[in-house]
């Protein structure tokens, strides 16, 4: 089971983090749990992400789109990083998650949220479109 897990923003996080003892001995921490990650095989990958004030988001309302420019409210509903883990199950996935260091001063949260695989899309799909793998990059990447 593919799981990706968010790390949500804070206010911190979205005022960007200076290069301080104290989290540049976070992101050591993080180094470490995401080598411990790697050596379980359950890393598949991860990034940190800038805060929301660089980024943008495109509305899709039918045929037309409009952009809109960060910053955005609710720091806690935004994302500050991701990670995607190969797991058995929901239960493995938690129990990793636990163990992660705290990279943010204060509260934060993590949120984890399964894939959908291709068994997931039986409803949708013959059996015979699931068992032939897709073409190009995509295949490569094993993107359902």
Known sequence: MRVMVFVKATENSEQGMAPTPEMMEAF???DRFTEELVQAGVFVA??????SAQGKRIVCEG???TVIDGPFAEARE???GFSIWEVRDMDEAVAWAKRSPNCMPGRSEIEIRPFFEAADLAGFVTPEELATPRDGERGKLGVA
């Open 28 to 30: 050591e921490a993080m």
């Open 46 to 51: 991860a990034a940190g992400l800038k805060p």
């Open 63 to 65: 045929p037309g789109r």
């Open 78 to 80: 935004l994302v500050a």
